[in-house]
């Protein structure tokens, strides 16, 4: 029998499966606000009807912000839960199965957005990541409402003008319950 709504899914009583993420930026001045999103997806497909004119399924899936804690002026921490989301039944085709999919950390300055995320199964084999934005992106007051540019450590303009860019490293690790 099919209930809940796969756009506002239930919260999972008893996480268990934490990871900490830590970012630690060499931006040219103060950040406005950080924080960290993760991103959620309904990973058996199964479960969720084939449309009848495409065949293409309508995958469910959502974001979470949480909190990132500032440690000192370039490093901040926060926790989230692989596991936050509730598994169900939407469609009455079998339970749907929410699992995070990617994460990382948000930093806003002047509106503008520098988000280094990616895939979370990506994320926890590397253990940490480093990705670069340019330093005009963060100065540029009209630059707001807009996310920046990453740029990967192995980006031709990154090493031809590495002046020219800052880094944002994220680590993540499984922290336990």
């Not at 749907?96 to 988000?115: I, K, L, N, Y």
Request: hydrophobic share 35%; glycine share 10%.
């Amino acid at each position: 029998m099919a209930h809940g709504d796969p756009s506002n899914p239930k919260k999972n009583p008893h996480p268990v499966k934490r990871y900490e993420i830590t970012a630690t930026t060499e931006a040219p001045g103060p950040w406005d606000s950080v924080s960290g999103t993760v991103f959620f997806d309904v990973v058996n497909v199964d479960c969720v009807p084939q449309g009848a004119f495409t065949g293409g399924r309508n995958i469910p899936n959502v974001s979470h912000e949480f909190e990132m804690t500032r440690m000192d002026g370039k490093t901040w921490k926060g926790l989230f839960h692989r596991d936050l989301l509730q598994d169900e039944d939407y469609f009455g085709k079998g339970v749907c199965h929410w699992d995070a999919t990617g994460m990382g950390p948000v930093f806003v300055v002047h509106g503008a957005t520098f988000s280094p995320t990616r895939g979370l199964e990506q994320a926890i084999r590397a253990g940490s990541y480093t990705e670069y934005f340019k330093k005009s992106a963060y100065k540029d007051r009209s630059f707001t409402d807009m996310s920046a540019l990453e740029f990967l450590p192995n980006s031709p303009e990154v090493a031809k003008h590495p002046e020219d860019f800052f880094p944002i490293t994220v680590t993540i690790k499984e922290a336990g319950p």
